[in-house]
């Protein structure tokens, strides 16, 4: 930076006439000082990246790319915002883009992403160890979440206070779910996977009109953000509370917490792989070509997310909670990756999504 202020001073002085546009020499000076790989997006693939971006950097020689844990929604409207070295290069998600993303980055001339789907994960409703545990159906979370819910025929505001109200098999604890803000894709799978299914049974039964997405805001449920281990903080202090994490997030705090069975199913490597658990979801990784022009490293570290050793059946992420995919899917990846043939052009998909 010392460097590009002395040269700014140089030309000045040999050229005190000439108008140099300030924002000429800022932009310069960015795409100068970038020396870094830059992610933003989800906290549930937070760790991996982090961990990837540590091995990577020891065995390359260079900088640590930069990480941000922000949240999926909030980190694909930062990675959406432009191309160039001001604006990230990868963005990291617990749900694949959206139509509403998808013509945000078009808009922004982001007109093409590699797709990259790193594992799997699952949602997990996690209690303190010191609660015993208890299974509960989807149609049961939508009635302890939903800011509506149908009694005799009419909606009405959510008076379901305790998880007995629900159901009387269900402990006579205070409903007290802890969770993402609207701008997580964690919660984004809680509307996806648990409000929306179990809504349209509901509304088949009751011939009700519901708007599935809303979840009750009378302090039931709590946003947190996306720190985790603030949620499992709470879990601890409140009483019969309930946090809501990753799976990856719960295999390395199995001494704090355990999760709730939902349809009689536990969350573990098998059960979200198979997808027999109900809240397993896939994690994305998605990266801009266009940035390999000034960000040489960008292919080679994208490479090595998809690497055997890191992400496979075998890969050291398995030991921090990722759920790889089967070793046949793992390799065809790998080997669009390597061969640059993982690319999505987004103009084609923003012309579906309008057309359907």
């Not at 929306?196 to 997405?213: F, G, M, R």
């Not at 001494?255 to 709730?260: A, E, N, Q």
């Not at 198979?274 to 266009?290: E, G, N």
Request: glycine share 6%.
């Amino acid at each position: 930076m010392k460097r590009l202020w002395l040269w700014f001073f140089y030309i000045t002085a040999t050229c005190g006439l000439c108008l140099i546009d300030p924002a000429l020499f800022v932009h310069f000076a960015t795409a100068a000082e970038r020396e870094q790989i830059r992610v933003v997006g989800s906290s549930a693939v937070y760790p991996f990246a982090a961990t990837i971006a540590e091995r990577f950097s020891f065995q390359d020689g260079s900088r640590t790319p930069i990480i941000e844990s922000i949240g999926t929604g909030g980190g694909f409207k930062v990675f959406c915002s432009g191309i160039g070295p001001e604006h990230p290069d990868i963005v990291t998600a617990s749900r694949k883009i959206t139509a509403n993303e998808v013509a945000q980055c078009v808009n922004r001339s982001v007109k093409s992403v590699y797709e990259i789907v790193l594992g799997f994960d699952g949602v997990v409703f996690a209690l303190s160890n010191k609660i015993e545990n208890f299974s509960v159906t989807r149609e049961q979370l939508f009635f302890a979440l939903a800011e509506m819910v149908p009694i005799g025929g009419k909606l009405i505001k959510n008076p379901y206070i305790y998880w007995s109200d629900i159901d009387q098999k269900l402990p006579r604890i205070r409903i007290r779910i802890l969770g993402p803000t609207p701008s997580s894709g964690t919660r984004d799978a809680i509307v996806d996977l648990v409000m929306k299914p179990a809504c349209k049974e509901v509304c088949k039964i009751t011939s009700l009109k519901i708007n599935c997405q809303q979840i009750r805001q009378d302090g039931a449920y709590v946003d947190v953000g996306v720190n985790e281990n603030m949620i499992i903080q709470k879990v601890d202090l409140i009483p019969g509370a309930v946090g809501i994490v990753s799976y990856s997030f719960l295999d390395q705090n199995l001494d704090r917490i355990h999760p709730l069975m939902i349809e009689g199913t536990a969350p573990t490597q098998e059960t979200i792989q198979d997808q027999s658990y109900i809240l397993s979801r896939p994690l994305y990784i998605y990266a801009k070509p266009d940035h390999e022009n000034f960000m040489s490293e960008l292919h080679e570290f994208l490479i090595e997310f998809t690497l055997p050793s890191v992400s496979g059946s075998s890969g050291y992420l398995g030991r921090r909670g990722l759920i790889p995919l089967n070793p046949q899917q793992h390799d065809e990846q790998h080997q669009r990756v390597v061969n640059k043939s993982q690319v999505l052009d987004l103009t084609n998909f923003a012309e579906s999504s309008e057309n359907d």
